[in-house]
């Protein structure tokens, strides 16, 4: 795992993606509407990745949900790193970039196992990112492509009958406690939606019913953009391939359903069916696909002196 934090940081220090150190405040958990531009098929990857001077009482909870992501995405990277009590002082790399997942709408994708959300905007051709919390094994999120079909202010919590003695009621009126948070928003799947949560806690995790949970500042944001009807694609997709600049990109995730039997014959059956194949080195491929680090690594086969691919012998 060490040598996977190393190779983050190196491929930061040399990404084209490369940007600056973001400042976040301290106290109150609040965000604002990130709109980045992506173009079919050339454009893929968005975001950059930034940094994080680890202060006094940061948590890695804290760190992760300040800076718009899910605490599986810090874990990942950081998974010997205490999360409530990380070394003070010290400067981390945070995983603000992503390729996007396929979609044949462009409006709502969920990609379960990364657990994230993309709202797409085809007319100014920009997408918005928010991380999720997902049905925990057993209460799988359901896939396939939906509709919102309703959306609700303030929602009263109807408590399934298998939970109704556990919280001595029948249904859960608004309020700090309600699980589903400020807003609803459900689609053509039955009981499902996508809401607020009492428990953010739970965003970057798989403990939900079904259901996906945004952080309470995400669903403020999302609720009032998405239309009633808007297409919702719910996919599984653990290893993503991406472009920018010309280069290549895949981004391999955990397999957190424990779906697929063998990881690398899958990717690398991914991968034979990706258009640009011959553009992708297999030895950088090999390596992101072991590692699933849930980054965008650049996968491309380079004519000039690959800097990428001596950190790949490095970790040997």
Not at 58 to 80: F, H, K, M, Q
Not at 85 to 93: E, S
Not at 128 to 138: R, S, V
């Amino acid at each position: 795992m060490r040598y996977r934090i190393l190779f983050f940081e190196l491929l930061l220090a040399i990404s084209i993606l490369a940007a600056p150190s973001v400042l976040f405040a301290e106290e109150e958990f609040t965000a604002s509407v990130n709109r980045y531009a992506y173009r079919l098929p050339d454009l893929t990857v968005v975001g950059a990745p930034t940094w994080w001077k680890v202060g006094p009482k940061d948590t890695l909870l804290d760190i992760a949900r300040r800076s718009g992501l899910g605490y599986n995405e810090v874990d990942l990277l950081y998974p010997r790193m205490d999360a409530w009590i990380p070394p003070d002082g010290k400067r981390i790399a945070l995983p603000t970039f992503w390729v996007l997942p396929p979609t044949q709408h462009e409006q709502l994708v969920i990609n379960v196992a990364e657990l994230r959300l993309y709202f797409f905007d085809k007319k100014t051709s920009t997408v918005q990112t928010y991380p999720l919390g997902i049905g925990d094994e057993g209460w799988e999120t359901p896939l396939g492509t939906f509709s919102i079909v309703e959306k609700r202010p303030n929602p009263i919590w109807y408590v399934p009958a298998s939970l109704q003695a556990k919280y001595g009621m029948a249904s859960m009126p608004p309020g700090p406690e309600n699980p589903l948070g400020e807003f609803v928003m459900k689609f053509s799947a039955g009981a499902y939606g996508i809401h607020g949560t009492a428990m953010p806690w739970g965003v970057g995790r798989l403990v939900s019913h079904g259901c996906i949970r945004c952080y309470p500042e995400h669903i403020r944001i999302l609720y009032p953009q998405v239309p009633m009807g808007s297409k919702l694609e719910i996919v599984y997709e653990p290893v993503k391939f991406g472009r920018k600049d010309g280069q290549v990109f895949v981004e391999a995730h955990p397999d957190v359903y424990r779906r697929i039997p063998d990881y690398v014959e899958y990717a690398m059956d991914k991968l034979v069916h990706y258009p640009l194949s011959q553009q992708v080195d297999n030895r950088k491929f090999l390596m992101a696909v072991r590692m699933q680090s849930g980054v965008p690594i650049n996968v491309s086969r380079l004519d000039s002196e690959d800097v990428s691919l001596k950190m790949v012998e490095l970790m040997h």
